[in-house]
């Protein structure tokens, strides 16, 4: 039997869904928060970055960090749901997956996943869609569980 998890999710909120086929509608298995999504970079990161001296000694800079501490937070997220696939894969509680994200998200939800749970990903769909109402998520997907 087919058992198909449909992970919806932004960079605050995620659940999955459980579909068994054609027709036979969505049913939510779990849900995920992360209100450290809604923060401005200013609100997580704990200080300004360092002063450095330029190796002329004359100047002096601020050392910016290589990565926000938001975009940080978004993929730490996103490594915590692919975790939580990765676990429902090794529970053998779904044989395809299929990824509802806005774009900038659908990526980091997508590097996040290992090899195997990655070989099983069905189709992916770059819609924020995490807070729509669980009745309605059926009706945005489309053919997304047709492919």
């Known amino acids: 039997m087919t058992k198909n998890w449909i992970l919806v999710a932004n960079r605050t909120d995620a659940r999955v869904f459980e579909n068994l086929g054609p027709d036979s509608g969505l049913t939510k298995l779990m849900e995920f928060s992360h209100p450290e999504g809604r923060l401005k970079d200013q609100d997580l990161a704990s200080d300004q970055g360092g002063r450095a001296y330029d190796s002329e000694g004359s100047g002096r800079h601020r050392m910016e960090q290589k990565e926000s501490t938001k975009a940080h937070e978004d993929r ?4 915590d749901l692919g975790e939580a696939m990765t676990r429902g894969l090794q529970e053998h ?6 990824l509802v994200a806005e774009a900038g998200y659908l990526g980091d939800l997508k590097a996040a996943l290992d090899k195997k749970t ?19 998520i059926a009706g945005h997907l489309g053919d997304l569980l047709k492919l």
């Open 118 to 136: 990655s070989s099983l990903l069905g189709a992916t769909l770059d819609k924020d869609l995490a807070n729509v109402e669980d009745r309605d």
């Open 76 to 79: 730490h997220f996103a490594h």
């Open 93 to 98: 509680k779904f044989t395809r997956l299929f």
